[in-house]
């Protein structure tokens, strides 16, 4: 597939969220995107460049913090000066895509699709196709996001509930719903019945569109969002007052109540890289010790698991089962695969502990 | 008990032994001896001292290696010059324990105790009892041993092998014969008869003794000793020509096969600090998770064992039992308890890979 297969579409890249599961690999001060997690030479912001090059050309535009600006930059060092656009602070999905959306708008950029950062998807053909086939619906007015195939009953993703296929395109279908975050026994019941998919946050969609279905909900919200893209000396003034929202509860829920939202079924080998279990599962194989970066640091002795060895210190592993070990220059990391979730709640107690600069 | 108490008794520390299963703590540069394993504010050496100074006072000599001479120095400051042997290379205990003999011989000490400086005695008064009873023994010519009460069937340690009481000393035993390192079953049957001890090397001794029980093996051995403390300007010459051979091996086993040998049966618990399992053990409780040195750096969340937070980073550690989690500035360890004795096969292997540099 062409840059010229897909004329008018823009890629929108929200590069935000301090992946604090993958800590002390990822920080607030240097967040999961610009991190190489899979050994392949490029960070995950540039894995997303890449696969995204192929089919939007250098219509990309990047929306992160302020701070990760230059990060940003450095990483994507092609990309034109107003292709990054810098929220002066986090105000969560909704404010980051919908400036994205009233940029574009007043480019003339007929669709654009938002995709995270810190994706991986191992089968970027696949990838594309789904895409295309969600911005032929996006031009038909249709509020489209990808639905990942999902392959296994997981409990830490939002699930899209399709419907019938939409007439005229038939990789795409109604979505039902979205439904939040199941327990692992409901996850099951929805793998059961086919009809559900894991929703990814990949929107498609007219910057129009989108901008007129927040205005349903908060006539403000878009009419600010719509003043910046007009006159960026006012993002100053009017960031700060934004909405704190995500976009799936600002638009994407009461889109798919008004029967407003379409999916297009993807199958791509997507992850999201969202713990170290996860992790460990994308760069390895059970029952073997896996190494992100400079292997030649690590000695092991009957392990298995998941080492980083982060700090160029030699790292000794003897005798420990689906252990984690993260290393960097300032903090260690220690568990097992199985509590991988709980990283968190090591980032939350050294906040409340005053060392939030290790965060 | 006071220093007039023994008099003509001086204290022999031999120190020496890399202590490789502690690594990374321990390292050839810098061995066990030197580190504070207890996070008592005192170095296993400078607590060697400390206890054996209320019974020697300043009749004190340690030997060690060349390359520990200016620590040695640096941490027992008080010591006056010639109270330092130095090694000019390693020639195991028999050598490092002989040279102190004869050195003493030549200064007309009357009795000495040999006491390694990496072990832990956690009650002091009740060793300076078993010592003073094996002073007494060794005036009348015995070769005499502390025989450490055993706590468990250790199949670490050799034991000794008690027999009758010593005539005219109540504390006394003679010794029937020394035993190598057991298998667990076996050394559950010795605990059983009451009969044996461990063997913490600790040998108390008139000088002239040890050395002529030398000479009754090893005639050239005794001799070239006797040559160096006569002239030390010979130890360059000598040295590297003395058997590598243990006390134990050289005299101590022999003279017991000749009757020659007591022992003084102590309770005052002792610790070799052998390995990250005992060292656990000695310094907490099971099912908790203990820390020596810096526990301000120290994060965790249901996890037991030990960190040793030594380069000054953040530890974090999550959801590990019996956990060994060591973190120097250079080399990091992570092991369990049980695999504890195994960490000499790391620091093996990273010889075999030309990082003796870590070792």
Redesign the interface.
């Known amino acids: 597939m062409s840059v010229d297969d897909l004329p008018g579409f823009w890629a929108v890249v929200p590069a935000g969220g301090a992946g604090t599961r993958l800590w ?1 690999l990822s920080r607030s001060g240097s967040p999961k995107f610009l991190h190489d997690l899979t050994g392949s030479g490029r960070t995950l912001l540039e894995q997303t460049h890449d696969r995204l090059a192929p089919i939007a050309g250098d219509r990309f535009l990047v929306v992160t913090g302020e701070a990760h600006r230059d990060a940003v930059r450095s990483q994507l060092v092609d990309l034109p000066e107003d292709a990054v656009l810098a929220e002066p602070s986090a105000r969560d999905s909704m404010a980051a895509i919908g400036l994205a959306a009233a940029v574009l708008e007043a480019r003339g950029a007929e669709v654009m699709g938002s995709f995270a950062a810190d994706h991986v998807i191992r089968e970027p053909e696949a990838f594309h196709r789904a895409v295309a086939a969600a911005v032929d619906a996006a031009r038909d007015g249709w509020l489209v996001t990808i639905g990942i195939d999902p392959t296994f009953p997981s409990s830490a993703f939002g699930y899209i509930h399709q419907g019938e296929q939409l007439p005229g395109h038939p990789l795409v279908r109604r979505v039902v719903e979205f439904v939040e975050k199941p327990s692992v026994p409901v996850a099951e019941e929805y793998l059961a019945t086919g009809r559900y998919r894991w929703n990814a946050g990949m929107f498609v969609v007219r910057p129009t569109v989108l901008l007129d279905l927040l205005a349903e909900q908060d006539a403000d919200f878009a009419a600010a969002l719509r003043r910046i893209a007009a006159d960026p000396g006012l993002l100053p003034e009017l960031w700060p007052d934004l909405p704190r929202i995500a976009i799936d509860h600002a638009i994407a829920e009461p889109a798919a109540a008004a029967g407003r939202v379409a999916t297009v079924p993807g199958s791509f080998g997507w992850d999201d890289v969202g713990d170290f279990d996860s992790l460990a599962t994308l760069l390895g194989q059970e029952e073997s010790l896996v190494v992100l970066g400079g292997a030649e640091h690590v ?1 092991h ?2 392990a298995s698991g998941l080492v980083v060895p982060g700090s160029g ?8 089962d689906d ?1 984690v ?1 993260v ?1 960097t ?8 695969r ?2 991988a979730q ?2 968190k ?2 980032v939350a ?2 906040k409340d ?1 005053g ?1 939030a600069d ?1 965060t």
Chains 1, 2 share one sequence.
């Open positions: 002390p000695h002795d009957g210190r030699t790292v000794a592993v003897i005798g420990l252990v070990v290393d220059p300032d903090a260690l990391l220690v568990t097992t199985a509590r709980d990283v709640r090591i107690a050294l502990a060392r290790l």
